[in-house]
Nanobody, 112 residues
Framework: QVQLVESGGGLVQAGGSLRLSCAAS????????MGWYRQAPGKQRELVAA???????NYADSVKGRFTISRDNAKKTVYLQMNSLKPEDTAVYYC??????WGQGTQVTVSS
């Protein structure tokens, strides 16, 4: 079973940028849908962005135009480039594969 490890979270000021990485333990070439979710304190986990094996992407309205999801099958890695960060983007960000496999999460904190 594939395992996912996120990295790249941290503390950043509003307006700043971060790039999250999700490294898979096995090939992701055949994994159709991979995505990034986030969960803020007291809130439900929500989809941030998803990407299919053909490169089709989908974004939450709240991040459109600011975040970009991409995948590098050769490196078995999915990325989330986050620009123009806002305090409301503060959350634990999770990588997901197959809709059911989750990484351990990485904390993103945006200060105002």
């Amino acid at each position: 079973q594939v395992q996912l490890v996120e990295s790249g979270g941290g503390l950043v000021q509003a307006g700043g940028s971060l790039r999250l990485s999700c490294a898979a333990s096995t090939s992701i070439f055949s994994i159709n849908a991979m995505g990034w979710y986030r969960q803020a304190p007291g809130k439900q986990r929500e989809l941030v962005a998803a990407i299919t094996s053909t490169g089709r992407t989908n974004y939450a309205d709240s991040v459109k135009g600011r975040f970009t999801i991409s995948r590098d099958n050769a490196k078995k890695t999915v990325y989330l480039q986050m620009n123009s960060l806002k305090p409301e983007d503060t959350a634990v960000y999770y990588c997901n594969a197959f809709g059911s496999i989750w990484g351990q999460g990485t904390q993103v904190t945006v200060s105002s």
